[in-house]
């Protein structure tokens, strides 16, 4: 009976080691595909943008209400005035972004001219304002003046390329075309 216990405590070892050598032989492999510098992502709290293509920051202020006395209750309405405007902070910032790529998809001499730009503005800020639910604060902090700052991490798998795909169609005017003023005959 002896022998048998050991001989499956042998077969059982013998393969716990070729599982644990097959998953060590394919961790460099699976680690590999992707290298980020995860520490100046995390550390980054004065980047507004993109920290990876699938981070976006936003940095959002907050002042003391006017007729707060004392440090905590200047700080707690500065930090309450910043939260307040995180949805409209992400919204502008992607907004802002996404506008940006459709603008430079045109040629720089007809950025001035599309007709359609306070349409496609609004359309881009109501979409915008839906990535709030995909992030979170990164940090939160006070200066000096008592003012407080909310820093606001969105993530999601792929944001850059989502940001940058295709959007609200800019329209450019017709091109003027010649007429013809002159007489015909016949």
């Not at 080691?17 to 004065?46: E, H, N, T, Y």
């Not at 006017?66 to 902070?89: C, F």
């Not at 496609?120 to 990164?138: D, I, Q």
Request: hydrophobic share 45%; with cysteine; proline share 6%.
């Amino acid at each position: 009976m002896d022998g048998i216990l050991m001989n499956a405590i042998t077969h059982l070892s013998a393969r716990l080691i070729a599982v644990l050598a097959v998953a060590l032989a394919l961790a460099p492999v699976s680690c590999g595909i992707r290298v980020i510098d995860a520490s100046s992502v995390l550390d980054d709290f004065r980047t507004e943008g993109f920290l990876d293509p699938d981070h976006f920051q936003v940095i959002v202020r907050g002042a003391p209400a006017p007729g707060a006395r004392g440090l905590v209750a200047r700080r707690e309405s500065a930090l309450k005035a910043a939260e307040s405007k995180i949805p409209e902070a992400v919204a502008d910032a992607v907004g802002t972004y996404r506008l940006e790529c459709l603008l430079r998809r045109l040629e720089p001499a007809d950025r001035p001219l599309v007709t359609n730009l306070e349409q496609v503005r609004a359309e881009l800020w109501k979409e915008a304002a839906g990535y709030v639910r995909y992030g979170r604060r990164a940090f939160e902090y006070y200066n000096e003046d008592h003012s407080a700052v909310i820093v606001y991490r969105i993530y999601r798998g792929g944001l850059r390329a989502s940001f940058e795909s295709v959007g609200p169609k800019l329209a450019l005017p017709e091109p003027h075309r010649a007429t013809d003023t002159s007489p015909t005959k016949g």
